[in-house]
């Protein structure tokens, strides 16, 4: 089946040491997302690809970044994870970049840092 | 900025009833609205989205309403059974593409 897929499930780091979270799917679609939802809260938009346009939302702090070397992939770098950083980290695509379109979601990766 | 606010926070209620979740948005400039599922530990499933030309959209047992003028959507969820627990969210979509979320309602149904 056509789907977003998320690796790990469940990453724990520690205070400071980087880590990357990846993102795949076989939707072939044009749009890439990553949002951030900590415990009990609205998940929140850090940065969208479009194609290999990048978009960066205004209050994405400094320590995440972003790749996407190819359509299949997205990949989250956290640079230095503090401890304000362990939350579930959502990967979604959509077809195109048309505010009309629905956004299909990944199953997430947990992020613990110690 | 858009802010989107989802009541009640949680919800428990007995198998079998009808219940209806509220949302509310405090810009009106939206093109769409989403609701989602999330399961405990789970990503988000889609379940119904409404376009900003339209009133509501009915899926099987669920059914949305959206009144953009007043910035208010609800869903209905009919009949409601165990396996509809879950964690519900409004998303709404503004320009850029953008999903702005609620922070969910906690459902509960009792068996």
């Known amino acids: 089946d056509a789907m977003v897929i998320q690796n790990p499930r469940y990453q724990v780091t520690q205070f400071g040491k980087p880590v990357t979270l990846s993102c795949s799917q076989t939707l072939n679609h044009n749009v890439m997302y990553w949002y951030q939802q900590k415990s009990s809260q609205a998940p929140k938009l850090l940065f969208h690809?479009?194609?290999?346009?990048?978009?960066n939302e205004a209050d994405t702090p400094d320590n995440f970044q972003s790749r996407r070397p190819n359509t299949s992939f997205c990949f989250l770098d956290i640079r230095s994870p503090g401890l304000g950083d362990a939350a579930m980290y959502l990967c979604a695509t959509s077809r195109r970049d048309y505010s009309t379109d629905t956004q299909y979601f990944g199953p997430g990766t947990r992020l613990t840092v110690l | 900025k858009q802010e989107v606010t989802q009541i009640p926070a949680a919800l428990s209620v007995p198998e079998g009833e009808n219940l209806v979740l509220n949302c509310s948005f405090t810009?009106?400039?939206?093109?769409?609205l989403q609701w989602f599922r999330q399961d405990p530990g789970k990503g988000l499933t889609s379940l119904l989205l409404i376009q900003s030309s339209q009133r509501e959209q009915t899926s099987g047992r669920l059914n949305a309403s959206l009144d953009k003028s007043s910035g208010r959507s609800t869903l209905y969820i009919a009949a409601s059974q165990p396996g509809d627990s879950a964690t519900y969210l409004c998303?709404?979509?503004?320009?850029?593409?953008?999903?702005?979320f609620g922070a969910g309602t906690i459902l509960r149904v009792k068996s």
């Open positions: 998303a709404v979509m503004e320009y850029g593409n953008k999903l702005v």
């Open positions: 810009d009106s400039a939206i093109y769409n």
């Open positions: 690809y479009y194609d290999k346009d990048f978009n």
